[in-house]
């Protein structure tokens, strides 16, 4: 058996990043809040990774520096007002907010997300 080595920036270490978040999620869905979880893509092309219940979307993005072009399927869910929070999880070092999407380091959302902070 070979080892893979997945290295930040590559394909590969992407795809594994938002397995390694689509777990986290779908174990507390079905441990916790028994909420469905599922993604969201408009007529026009957008992709959002993830919705949680009916009122978080969730972006996943493998780099360090966010930026405006990587949430622009976020912009567009939120123009729906249907939802009330709109994450972009990465590998920034800090939480930051703008134009309407809260970036957060991984870690710092996958704590925030078993405590419960998520739910409704």
Do not use: M
């Given at each position: 058996m070979q080892d893979r080595e997945f290295r930040i920036g590559t394909p590969e270490f992407g795809e594994a990043f938002e397995t390694y978040l689509m777990h986290e999620l779908r174990c507390y869905s079905d441990y916790l809040s028994g909420e469905p979880l599922n993604y969201w893509r408009s007529t026009s092309g957008f992709e959002v990774d993830f919705i949680l219940g009916e009122h978080t979307a969730i972006e996943v993005k493998a780099k360090k520096n966010i930026s405006p072009?990587?949430?622009?399927?976020?912009?567009?869910?939120a123009e729906?007002?249907?939802?009330k929070r709109f994450i972009c999880v990465s590998l920034e070092k800090h939480a930051r907010k703008f134009e309407g999407v809260t970036v957060m380091p991984y870690k710092e959302f996958l704590d925030a997300l078993w405590a419960g902070e998520y739910s409704n």
């Open positions: 072009y990587d949430i622009k399927s976020l912009k567009a869910i729906e007002g249907k939802l």
